[in-house]
């Protein structure tokens, strides 16, 4: 019996390097698993506790800030067990903040604009946005990068720094937003028909808003027809399938009541011949 | 028309047919109104079906908004700390539900009135609504209970001056809605300065009637705040 415990203890005693043995590396080892479950457990925790009381995209934020910030304070906390000394570490760190910084600058920028994402909030998870020239909707704001996925289904990573000095263009952060249509009628049309016309298809439209209410008005007389502007406000979130729905049956009910959109045209002045 | 039914039932109302029917736990749920058609399958033994008034803002689409704004078609004035009741319409929808005695399950939703949505307040901030235009009635009026319901409101103006309501805005989270041959709803309206307010719903069940199934508690979604703030005016 003492034999194995001779053999444990020589094992546990045997030097790795610069008085670090195995023990230590066991010790360190432990204090990392532990801090793991302690983050993870704290993580759950902050969840349960604030799932009901802040946005989805601080709730995030606070995760990742516990999660992380008991995972330093443990790994800071073991390393001593491996041989780092912490004030070896601060006078070291002089250098090695130097040399980290530089290296690490791009790191630091896009998580220092990661913070400030999260504290302006210009963007949602779940929004429609425009970001640079990506567009598409938010999947999700990490600490280091936020992810879009594209109209056309596309994953894409972009650095929180590029999104936090991009124009941010967010097609659903207010209520409303407006559209507009460019319609020509020929010029023998009675553009007020046209106009009442267009306006009583508008209104039979559950998601064209009654306030703020659609505007119809001859904005021009082009060179082949009288042009007539549609403004029209839907909400954020179904505009664009009343912007695609909306100008063919404008079409349709023009047409119907005999009111038709021309093709580009040009009269053409023949001068009689000259008689010699 | 509102009620609740067995699972074989048939009903015929207006331009409204709304039936189940089959043998044994194989089921059909077949409803039309107007042009419009639904049909399902259940595959059911017990339970039972509810149609009730639901809150007046699923469709067309839901998500698009929570909130009913009713526009009175002439405006209601009230003279400083006063209270007053009055009667107005809101536009029904109507839900059909499987209950049992732990679930309830909505499988369809439909609406005679033709829906329209309004902005309440500034793009920038301010919210989308339902719309639905009323009269304003001194007594309960007549309704015709599939397309319109009944909404008791009582005006309280805290404020000291008078003021000119032609515009309630009530959130659908807070509502409570009855029913018996018609669907009802009691709220108030407290007005605290010339362009604001708050909405609230009160809960007493009245009598003879009985209570709506509340699609957000059927959706577990817990209600925090019990009133709404009308931050933009009553005009």
């Not at chain 1, 979130?237 to 580009?264: D, H, R």
């Not at chain 2, 639904?38 to 149609?51: C, M, T």
């Not at chain 2, 009135?113 to 009026?141: A, F, Q, R």
Request: glycine share 8%; charged share 30%.
């Amino acid at each position: 019996m003492n034999d194995i415990f001779e053999t444990i203890k020589s094992i546990l005693d045997y030097k790795i390097y610069n008085g670090v043995n195995v023990a230590d590396l066991l010790r360190f080892t432990a204090i990392i698993i532990v801090t793991v479950i302690i983050a993870k457990v704290a993580k759950i925790n902050a969840r349960r506790i604030l799932k009901e009381k802040v946005p989805k995209t601080t709730l995030n934020a606070v995760e990742k800030v516990v999660y992380y910030g008991i995972i330093f304070i443990g790994f800071m906390a073991a390393l001593p067990y491996i041989g780092f000394s912490l004030s070896g570490l601060l006078v070291a760190g002089g250098i090695a903040g130097i040399v980290i910084g530089f290296a690490s600058q791009t790191v630091v920028s896009n998580f220092i604009s990661g913070l400030f994402l999260l504290i302006e909030k210009p963007i949602k998870i779940g929004d429609g946005v425009s970001i640079g020239d990506v567009g598409g909707v938010v999947k999700d704001i990490r600490i280091l990068s936020t992810t879009i996925r594209t109209w056309d289904g596309i994953y894409v990573r972009i650095p929180n720094e590029k999104v936090f000095t991009s124009n941010i263009k967010n097609f659903v952060a207010h209520a409303a937003r407006r559209f507009e249509y460019k319609i020509g009628i020929r010029y023998k049309d009675d553009a007020e028909k046209a106009i009442e016309v267009i306006k009583k298809l508008l209104e039979e439209h559950p998601f064209i808003l009654k306030e703020p209410a659609p505007q119809i008005f001859v904005e021009e007389l082009g060179d082949s027809s009288v042009n007539l502007a549609v403004r029209i406000w839907a909400p954020s979130t179904v505009w664009f399938s009343v912007k695609t729905e909306m100008l063919w049956k404008i079409k349709v009910a023009l047409e119907k009541e005999g009111i038709q959109i021309p093709f580009p045209q040009r009269v053409i002045w023949m001068a009689g011949k000259t008689e010699g | 028309m509102f009620g609740e039914y067995k699972l074989n039932v048939k009903i015929e109302e207006e331009d409204l047919k709304l039936l189940v029917e089959g043998r044994g736990k194989r089921k059909r749920y077949y409803r039309k109104v107007g042009e419009e058609e639904v049909e399902k399958f259940i595959h059911a033994d017990k339970g039972k079906l509810v149609v009730c008034p639901v809150e007046p803002v699923n469709l067309p689409k839901e998500g698009v908004s929570e909130y009913l704004l009713v526009e009175l078609d002439k405006p209601l004035i009230i003279e400083p700390k006063t209270e007053s009741s009055v009667y107005l319409k809101f536009p029904i929808e109507i839900g059909v539900f499987l209950v049992d005695e732990i679930d309830v399950e909505r499988i369809d939703i439909f609406t005679k009135t033709m829906p329209k949505y309004i902005l309440y307040g500034p793009p920038e901030s301010g919210i989308i609504c339902k719309w639905w235009n009323s009269s304003v009635y001194n007594e309960i009026p007549e309704v015709d209970k599939l397309y319109e319901g009944i909404l008791r409101l009582d005006v309280k103006n805290a404020y000291e001056e008078w003021v000119e309501i032609k515009k309630v805005v009530l959130r659908a989270i807070d509502m409570k809605i009855f029913y018996d041959g018609y669907a009802y709803m009691h709220a108030s309206l407290k007005i605290l300065k010339k362009s604001l307010g708050e909405t609230t719903f009160f809960d007493r069940l009245p009598r003879g009637m009985k209570r709506a199934i509340d699609i957000y508690l059927a959706k577990g979604i817990k209600r925090l705040e019990k009133k709404f703030v009308m931050e933009w005016g009553f005009k």
